[in-house]
Every structure is written in structure tokens, then in C-alpha cells.
């Protein structure tokens, strides 16, 4: 089992950037990020390939976030640009080995942190 512990969260104005940090216990092959609003479902947001770095981003935050990882920190990151209000949400770090079937679904993951809010105010 990873453990995993993110931070970084917090209130920033539309336009601001916030900059989120995964702390992991050990690496896997793929590491993402997720972030749910109350009532909806968790949604993967941004997916890396631990081996070659190989990312993948869905379309709302395509250009704006950028997920990476510093293996010698064993913490992964995203840093969030340009942020609007429907960016709202907590946001969580997962882990897993090999490609999920779905990327974005939660049902793919079993090792996630605790989340951290991030608040978009307009």
C-alpha cells in the first residue's frame, strides 16, 4: 500500500495560481491527480507515467495545470495556473500500478491521500 499526504491547497483569486504537493512512500507507475466538488463525482484531472514521464490532462485543465514529480522528494505535484471558480473542489492524489482501463475513473485507484481544498473566488 502508498501512502499519500497532499497539501497545498487554499483560497486564491480567479487568475491566481496554486501549486499542490503529494508526498508518497514509495513510487508506482502512474500517479494522478482527481478533485471532487460535494454531490459529484471524483474525476481524474491529470495522470504522469512515473518510468518516462508520459502525461495526460482532460480538456478543462488542458494548458492550465501541470502535473510532475520529483522522484528524489518522492512528492508529486500540480501546479494549477490561470484558475477559475469552477476549479473549486478538494483535490486528491492517487497511485497505482499500470495503465488503468479509464484513466479518469476512480474506480481504477486504490491509494489515495486525504485531499486538499482549493477555492476559486471570482
Known amino acids: 500500500q502508498v501512502q499519500l499526504v497532499e497539501s497545498g491547497g487554499g483560497s486564491v483569486q480567479a487568475g491566481g495560481s496554486l501549486r499542490l504537493s503529494c508526498v508518497y512512500t514509495?513510487?508506482?507507475?502512474?500517479m494522478a491527480w482527481f478533485r471532487q466538488v460535494p454531490g459529484k463525482e471524483r474525476e481524474g484531472i491529470a495522470i504522469i507515467n512515473t518510468g518516462d514521464g508520459d502525461t495526460y490532462y482532460v480538456d478543462s485543465v488542458k494548458g492550465r495545470f501541470t502535473i510532475s514529480l520529483d522522484n528524489a522528494k518522492n512528492t508529486l505535484y500540480l501546479q494549477m495556473n490561470s484558475l477559475k471558480p469552477e476549479d473549486t473542489a478538494m483535490y486528491y492524489c492517487a497511485a497505482r500500478e499500470g495503465w488503468p482501463i479509464t484513466w479518469t475513473s476512480r474506480y481504477y485507484y486504490k491509494d489515495w491521500g486525504q485531499g486538499t481544498q482549493v477555492t476559486v473566488s471570482s
Open positions: 514509495r513510487s508506482t507507475s502512474y
